[in-house]
């Protein structure tokens, strides 16, 4: 099982930054996909970034590209999701997400952190 830890949310005003930390129990980079998912206030959670395992190919949601970068450092189990250029909009408890298949069971393997808070005020 792995487990995941956030950090690096806070308070920051529109236009600032924000590094955001996942730490994963175990070694996960050759295995597991990395996502960053977000949920505001009555709304439903939402993917905002992801890498992948192996090459660490990167995925972003449209509202975040150009703003946001995602990154892992494998020799420390870390996957940092650097935010520029922040939003009010982009307030919301922010989520870190481990996930693997089994190819010989198609078992999907999905972990998830307790979140951080990030609030950007206008």
């Known amino acids: 099982e792995v487990q995941l830890v956030e950090s690096g949310g806070g308070l920051v005003q529109a236009g600032g930054s924000l590094r955001l930390s996942c730490a994963a129990s175990?070694?996960?980079?050759?295995?597991?996909?990395i996502g960053w998912f977000r949920q505001a206030p009555g709304k439903e959670r939402e993917g905002v970034s992801c890498?992948?395992?192996?090459?660490?190919?990167?995925y972003y949601a449209d509202s975040v590209k150009g703003r946001f970068t995602i990154s892992r450092d494998n020799a420390k189990n870390l996957v940092y999701l650097q935010m520029n250029s922040l939003k009010p909009e982009d307030t919301a408890v922010y989520y870190c997400?481990?996930?693997?298949?089994?190819?010989?069971?198609?078992?999907?393997?999905?972990?998830w952190g307790q979140g951080t808070q990030v609030t950007v005020s206008s």
């Open positions: 175990v070694f996960t980079s050759d295995d597991y996909a």
């Open positions: 890498i992948s395992s192996g090459h660490g190919n990167t």
């Open positions: 997400n481990a996930k693997r298949t089994d190819l010989a069971t198609m078992r999907a393997y999905v972990y």
